[in-house]
T-cell receptor
């Protein structure tokens, strides 16, 4: 497997609590935003995305909020479960820019029973 | 029935060798990517092909050469491997190249010794 990302910020939550993972992006022209979940030894898995004409989008137990004014993105996970433990990445792109995703540094979510 | 599959999953090789990583997707996508994830889990795009045409070529040493024989395949060949090439390489695909969800493979762990 890969080495542990020791420099990753970690969010520790209790099982059943809600989790909020934050992300800042730098390109004010970005118009597509996406969250990925990466479990140990696996590839990034799509969670939810949002386009810049929206400020909120909900999925199953997850909500993404977009604040274009301050270039901030957040992922909310309701009723966090042990299976949610993973590294979460946000990414943004410019839809006219060949889908070139720029990834954030990642946040490790640790769910405790 | 893996959507984006890449081989090998693990590769250990000596400095100076030449190696290839293969990728295939069965999603009917026409755009494919190679991303590199370093030891700090930072994900960065390397290349992208749309319908076998190179559309993204980031600042990558020319020892790295992608090849797309058809739109379902994108292989990565690396010449004269160096210690710093050790990383996890992810293949990914999407439909079109204008802001659609990118789906990742499970990764190829390359270790250069």
């Amino acid at each position: 497997g890969e080495s542990v990302g020791l420099h990753l910020p970690t969010l520790s939550v209790q099982e059943g609590d809600n989790s909020i993972i934050n992300c800042a992006y730098s390109n004010s022209a970005s118009d597509y935003f996406i969250w990925y979940k990466q479990e140990s030894g696996k590839g990034p898995q799509f969670i939810i995305d949002i386009r810049s004409n929206m400020d909120k989008r909900q999925g199953q137990r997850v909500t993404v909020l977009l604040n274009k004014t301050v270039k901030h993105l957040s992922l909310q996970i309701a009723a966090t479960q042990p299976g949610d433990s993973a590294v979460y990445f946000c990414a943004d792109s410019l839809s006219g820019g060949y889908n070139k995703l720029i990834f954030g540094a990642g946040t490790r979510l640790a769910v405790h029973p | 029935d893996t959507a984006v599959s890449q081989t090998p999953k693990y590769l250990v090789t000596q400095m100076g060798n030449d190696k290839s990583i293969k990728c295939e997707q069965n999603l009917g996508h026409d755009t494919m990517y190679w991303y590199k994830q370093d030891s700090k889990k930072f994900l960065k795009i390397m290349f992208s092909y749309n319908n076998k045409e190179l559309i993204i070529n980031e600042t990558v040493p020319n020892r790295f050469s992608p090849k797309s024989p058809d739109k379902a395949h994108l292989n990565l060949h690396i010449n004269s491997l160096e210690l710093g090439d050790s990383a996890v390489y992810f293949c990914a695909s999407a439909l079109g190249h204008l802001g659609n969800t990118i789906y990742f493979g499970e990764g190829s762990w390359l270790t250069v010794v």
